[in-house]
Nanobody, 124 residues
Framework: QVQLVESGGGLVQAGGSLRLSCAAS????????MGWYRQAPGKQRELVAT???????VYADSVKGRFAISRDNGQNTVYLQMNSLIPEDTAVYYC??????????????????WGQGTQVTVSS
């Protein structure tokens, strides 16, 4: 069973920076996708950034140019560097991983994993 543990959240002023970390109990090299989602009060959970095993990065338009996702397979850790933070970034941030395996006649089975979340609060 894979477990994901986030850290690095906190309270910062607008314009500040935070670096979130997600440590996995297993090898993230076996994960096809790793990334970050966030959920603010009264809003649905939304994609922030993903990093595929092919080293392809995807960012939400709202964070593009300000956030950067990276993976360290040797340390089994994924990071989210957040710069130029604004109050709209306030949310609980969740680490995410997906492992896809080919079974049978080329069909794909997906398994998803979620961390417990870490709070990020940006004051104005």
């Amino acid at each position: 069973q894979v477990q994901l543990v986030e850290s690095g959240g906190g309270l910062v002023q607008a314009g500040g920076s935070l670096r979130l970390s997600c440590a996995a109990s297993g090898s993230i090299a076996s994960m096809n996708i790793m990334g970050w989602y966030r959920q603010a009060p009264g809003k649905q959970r939304e994609l922030v950034a993903t990093y595929s095993s092919a080293r392809h990065r995807v960012y939400a338009d709202s964070v593009k140019g300000r956030f950067a996702i990276s993976r360290d397979n040797g340390q089994n850790t994924v990071y989210l560097q957040m710069n130029s933070l604004i109050p709209e970034d306030t949310a609980v941030y969740y680490c995410y991983a997906k492992r896809s395996v080919v079974v049978g006649m080329g069909s794909i089975s997906n398994t998803e994993y979620w961390g417990q979340g870490t709070q990020v609060t940006v004051s104005s």
